[in-house]
Nanobody, 127 residues
Framework: EVQLAESGGGLVQAGGSLRLSCAASGFGLDDYAIGWFRQVPGKERERISCMGISDGNAAYVDSVKGRSTISRDRSKNTVYLQMASLKPEDTAVYYC????????????????????WGQGTQVTVSS
């Protein structure tokens, strides 16, 4: 069974940092493009960052660019989203998603393009 499991969320003060993890089971993430998304109640799921199979090919939404890093640990079959300088507006449920890409360098930016999702982890940033 293909599963993604996020962890690492929690309550953090503004200006703090978090590292979110997304562990895969039932399949290897080596051959998957990865996306991190977040969602607050009443709003659409928002892309934070995405990465192709080639780890050097990643993209970030402007609101987190420069203070977030997506990475992959192939030995642990886990992807990460490191976030720093957190702001109250970063408060959301964070999800990771994966899909097989058409090519190694290709990444996907829309939630509808992903087939496998984790259950989400809550991040709350207090002011």
């Amino acid at each position: 069974e293909v599963q993604l499991a996020e962890s690492g969320g929690g309550l953090v003060q503004a200006g703090g940092s978090l590292r979110l993890s997304c562990a895969a089971s039932g399949f290897g993430l080596d051959d998957y493009a990865i996306g991190w998304f977040r969602q607050v109640p009443g709003k659409e799921r928002e892309r934070i960052s995405c990465m192709g199979i080639s780890d050097g090919n990643a993209a970030y939404v402007d609101s987190v660019k420069g203070r977030s890093t997506i990475s992959r640990d192939r030995s642990k079959n886990t992807v990460y989203l490191q976030m720093a300088s957190l702001k109250p507006e970063d408060t959301a449920v964070y999800y990771c998603a994966a899909r097989v890409p058409y090519s190694p360098d290709y990444y996907y930016t829309y939630p509808s393009e992903y087939g496998d999702w984790g259950q989400g982890t809550q991040v709350t940033v207090s002011s």
